[in-house]
Nanobody, 120 residues
Framework: QVQPVESGGGLVQAGGSLRLSCVASRSIRSEVVMGWWRQATGQQRELVATVTSVGATTYTDAVKGRFNISRDNAKNTVYLQMDNLKPEDTAVYYC??????????????WGQGTQVTVSS
């Protein structure tokens, strides 16, 4: 398990920016794909963005052009730069290894997440 610790969330106005960080308890070099998920109140957790070990990225359509995911393997850290935030981005944000989430399902360990609240 990655045992992630997320930080960087907060309350911002629409159009503002936040940078989330996720520090893993161990090296993430062996994790080919790392990702950020989010869960809004009353909704299921959804995958927001992924980054591979060579820097290739994917984004859900709702955040394309506004969010940027990156990773620093030397620091065991994954980042999510969020710009032009919208009220619909309000959620708790989590990071994890994509492979662990897919293979372990409910057995995957999730961190406490970081709350992002965007006011209109």
């Amino acid at each position: 398990q990655v045992q992630p610790v997320e930080s960087g969330g907060g309350l911002v106005q629409a159009g503002g920016s936040l940078r989330l960080s996720c520090v893993a308890s161990r090296s993430i070099r062996s994790e080919v794909v790392m990702g950020w998920w989010r869960q809004a109140t009353g909704q299921q957790r959804e995958l927001v963005a992924t980054v591979t070990s060579v820097g290739a990225t994917t984004y859900t359509d709702a955040v394309k052009g506004r969010f940027n995911i990156s990773r620093d393997n030397a620091k065991n850290t994954v980042y999510l730069q969020m710009d032009n935030l919208k009220p619909e981005d309000t959620a708790v944000y989590y990071c994890n290894s994509w492979a662990i989430v897919k293979t372990r399902g409910n057995g995957a360990h999730w961190g406490q997440g970081t709350q992002v609240t965007v006011s209109s």
